[in-house]
């Protein structure tokens, strides 16, 4: 079982990635377009698209749950992604 501590930092990690990789602006700013850019990024590091679905699982949840408890409006911009088994 993973402590909540190390999902935490996990969390914590993963918002940074999004932060410095795409800025820091309101959630509801971001769109399906930036997560399309992020993902390419992410690729072009050398990640494998497993690390890159597990990234953005965490992303979307913490989104889902930002969007949930601050009654922000809009749709999740991760929510439509799609992501190819293997790159092409």
């Known amino acids: ?10 969390a914590q990690q993963n918002a ?4 410095e990789t795409l800025g820091d602006v309101l959630l509801n700013q971001y769109a399906s377009l930036e997560a ?5 990024i992410m690729l072009n590091k050398g990640l494998a698209i497993t690390s ?3 990234m953005f699982c965490s ?3 913490l ?3 930002a969007i949930a408890e601050h009654g922000i409006e809009g749709r999740n911009p991760l929510f439509s992604i799609y992501m190819p088994d293997e790159v092409q």
């Open 52 to 54: 890159i679905k597990k």
């Open 36 to 40: 399309c850019k992020l993902h390419d």
């Open 63 to 65: 989104i889902y749950l």
């Open 16 to 19: 940074n990635v999004v932060i």
């Open 1 to 10: 079982m993973v402590s909540t501590s190390s999902l935490n930092r996990l």
């Open 59 to 61: 992303i979307k949840a």
